[in-house]
DNA sequence: TTCTCATAACACCAAATGGTGACATGTAGA
DNA sequence: TCTACATGTCACCATTTGGTGTTATGAGAA
């Protein structure tokens, strides 16, 4: 399971409305920190913050591409935090819980862990 | 599907650490004030603010009980804010993703919206 | 009614948050 | 080398956040 404070990072970042409307445009494609400033009304500044904290949440990944610098959608990162809400599957739909439990633990060969 | 104001306040709710842990202990048992504070090393003001945050994220339900203030814990509301990781989907386990959805389809006649 | 206890409602504070502008750095190309 | 452009870094600011203590209110029991 991830640890406590890579959750707290990631679910930090999730609390803030830009972020996450920005790791929505990541799904779509990958884009440097000049193209999400194109789409957001903020400073390039406010945008490397919300960046940075994205990082530190492990929900994206950077990578260098000449002078520019390529953010990518990291599913891997999400995926821990919505783990988090399994604990209350029990109070959802059980059928529905005990199933994805069973369907995860069989797919979880193939899905590599967090882990760094 | 939720309203954005109401998933803002929900992800706000739970990018805190303590209210996770609130939400934990819910899972647990319903609480009152009291008995949330006995639990954390927090002030019964602190504790209050956080019951109020958590309840405007629309994750907790509050009923009164005699002169007592009964917290429970609100599946519909986690669910819904889990929802949003459903966004990803594709980009996790495929087959998991494809599967669940099916599923949840299925079973979107018995559960109840969260639309007020 | 009076006492007790759970809760509510301030006023206040330090630190974190989300934002800005100004300036520095680094790399691709002419 | 010089230029252009994408990015990095810094100082600063207003507001929010998470916390405190103090003081009210409200309902059940003696």
Redesign the pocket.
Known sequence: MMMNQNLQSSF?AL??P??RQILIELGREEL????V?SKF???????????T?LEEGNLIT?T?R?????TCLNPNGLKSTADWFNYFDQYWDNALGSLKKAIESNAHNTTSETKK
């Open positions: 930090r609390g803030d830009t972020r440097t920190i000049t193209e400033v009304d903020l400073t390039r500044t406010a945008v490397r913050k919300h960046l904290i950077v260098r000449g002078k520019e610098r390529v």
